[in-house]
């Protein structure tokens, strides 16, 4: 039965209605088969593709019968199986003079990524008539030199941008590259890993901004090109900089000082900030730049000391927000003028904050950082006691409504005068309940 039911889903010639019901019999050989049949209906592909596993995939991958929509969305992941599809020569024969359906770029770069695109794919990738397969044939990595020879004098500037960000690239190319009049293609060369040291240097004083940033981009730029470029009138250059830099102390300085405030926060971001530029950066105009600062790992103690009594609340709540957060300074903060740095003390659960901070907290005259200090898991049995005869209702029932209030403390609160609190607690034991059976 099951080799009957095999040859029907392979015959192209089965009734359509037929191949849907196939299409459902739960037999995987059966069930591939349909996939595989070019005269299976569109809709039963999608519905096949919607819930089939890789194999699947590729099986529909292979069918030149199913919608090219289709199979350009799964080819991305299956490019050796619709590399197999009767149809996909036909996708990239630059002598077909019928108007093709544009392959989107990351199928095409996929494909000729595979070992067979030097001998089938890629000789007619690289004269294709669309831009965009030949720009994704400048990217394959299995170009040979002549073509990318050829692709440097495309007329399309996407495309001689792709060669000159190939990995392996002539110096000759390179230069001719360089005195491209695009500057895609010029910044594209900025950026390629490859390009000689040379030319990344004559390309630093580039006219064009796009170009300079490509320099700064590049991770085999000089240390002294990228000196030149502190200075430099983009804004989009100094920051890329400023998130790079690794030494030299008074380059960290110039950028500290920077005119503008992107440049200064990503400085007070990078964890290689120098003591130097953090004594600019902490009296920065802008809180947010001060900010990014106190949450900086390598800002220095006595530095954190001076951000703990900044005048904007902000920043001293930032320092809660510090990975290796010295004990002091909760404690400092517990009793800070804001309240709002109260509550921020109360909520960030850090393992350096005291249990003897969260106990001061739970007795602060705002009831905003009280109900905080409830949720800290670090109060005991007593100070919960104490807490569900407060004042305020609000904090009854933030008692009442905490996880890890015991018990009879919770039979208590439903004799609560306060209607809302006497229903939290109510839930709350009726969910310990639940949990408990």
Known sequence: MTSELLDRAQNPLTPLPELGVLARSGDRAVVLSVARNPSCPARTLRWLA??????????????????????????????????????????????????????????????????????????????????????????????QSSDRDRLARDRDPRVRAAAAGHGSLEPALARRFAMDDKGIVREALARNRSTPAEIVQELARDGDPSVRLGVAWNETTPWEVLMVLIEDPSTAVRRRLAKRLTRDEAAFVTLARDPDADVRRTLAANSWTPQAAFDVLIHDPLFDVRCHAARNPALPPALVKVLSRDEDFRVRCALLQRPDMEAWLPLQLATDESEEVRVYVARAYQPATPTSVCERLATDPSSRVRGAAISSNRLSEATLAKLAKDRSAFIRGEVASYRHTPRRILVALTRDPAFAVRLCAEESLAKRERERG
Not at 71 to 91: C, D, Q
């Open 50 to 143: 919607l819930r089939g596993n890789v194999e699947m995939h590729a099986a529909l991958c292979q069918n030149p019968g199913a919608p090219l929509r289709l199979l350009f969305k799964l080819g991305v992941r299956n490019p050796e199986a619709f590399a197999a599809n009767p149809l996909t020569p036909g996708l990239l024969d630059s002598r077909e003079p019928v108007k093709k359906p544009l392959v989107p770029c990351s199928l095409l770069g996929a494909l000729l990524a595979l070992p067979a695109a030097r001998m089938s794919l890629l000789p007619s990738a690289v004269s294709h008539p669309y831009p965009s397969v030949r720009r994704a044939a400048a990217a394959s990595p299995l170009l």
